[in-house]
T-cell receptor
Framework: NAGVTQTPKFQVLKTGQSMTLQCAQD?????MSWYRQDPGMGLRLIHY???????DQGEVPNGYNVSRSTTEDFPLRLLSAAPSQTSVYFC?????????????FGEGSRLTVL | GEDVEQSLFLSVREGDSSVINCTYT??????LYWYKQEPGAGLQLLTY?????DMKQDQRLTVLLNKKDKHLSLRIADTQTGDSAIYFC???????????FGTGTLLAVQP
């Protein structure tokens, strides 16, 4: 059972470049989300989705786009990377966050923007 | 929006008890939780407590919830070196599907 899989694990970008962080889960979870982790800031919610075709903004959505065309996949797009987006990104999924459903995390993607 | 705060660092000796504290602002959360992050890994659920409970005990872990003060704590008895990690508290449920985490507390266990 793979759980939550994120790719790539490491990426270096130049300012202004675009890229997509991939996230896939095989647990048939309706809820998926993206967080970024920065020193002293903890985890901050970027975007989340409660099912295919439904997405919503989190605490820090600016500069990021998401889509949810299938239950399994929830890619995060950076349209024009900025140094402030240097961070570790985590994708997480759950069967039902409203019912204290456990959030399952991927291993993280470390992004550096030069 | 939700604001969750934790102290950044705690150092204890092996065998002692550790107490990690958390304060939150959103009283509409129906449950509060503690996650553990080991180096180079994602977070894993440690334990959670529903907002209508005051205390929950699970082996070496004790969670205390003071709703009046909006204060949550995690006590780890007989702390081991394997407990060294970052611990995140947060809240979820209620009217929102958002799960918000605190800043995280780095627990360092000295042998």
């Amino acid at each position: 059972n793979a759980g939550v899989t994120q790719t790539p694990k490491f990426q270096v970008l130049k300012t202004g470049q675009s890229m997509t962080l991939q996230c896939a889960q095989d647990m048939n979870h309706e809820y998926m989300s993206w967080y970024r982790q920065d020193p002293g800031m903890g985890l901050r919610l970027i975007h989340y989705s409660v099912g295919a075709g439904i997405t919503d903004q989190g605490e820090v959505p600016n500069g990021y786009n998401v889509s949810r065309s299938t239950t399994e996949d929830f890619p995060l797009r950076l349209l024009s990377a900025a140094p402030s987006q240097t961070s570790v990104y985590f994708c997480a999924s759950s069967y039902s966050p409203r019912d204290a459903g456990e959030l399952f995390f991927g291993e993280g993607s470390r992004l550096t923007v030069l | 929006g939700e604001d969750v705060e934790q102290s950044l660092f705690l150092s204890v000796r092996e065998g002692d008890s550790s107490v990690i504290n958390c304060t939150y602002t959103d009283s509409s959360s129906t449950y509060l939780y503690w996650y553990k992050q080991e180096p180079g890994a994602g977070l894993q659920l440690l334990t959670y407590i529903f907002s209508n409970m005051d205390m929950k005990q699970d082996q070496r872990l004790t969670v205390l919830l003071n709703k009046k003060d909006k204060h949550l704590s995690l006590r780890i008895a007989d702390t081991q070196t394997g407990d060294s990690a970052i611990y995140f508290c947060g809240g979820g449920g209620g009217a929102t599907n958002k799960l918000i985490f605190g800043t995280g507390t780095l627990l360092a266990v000295q042998p």
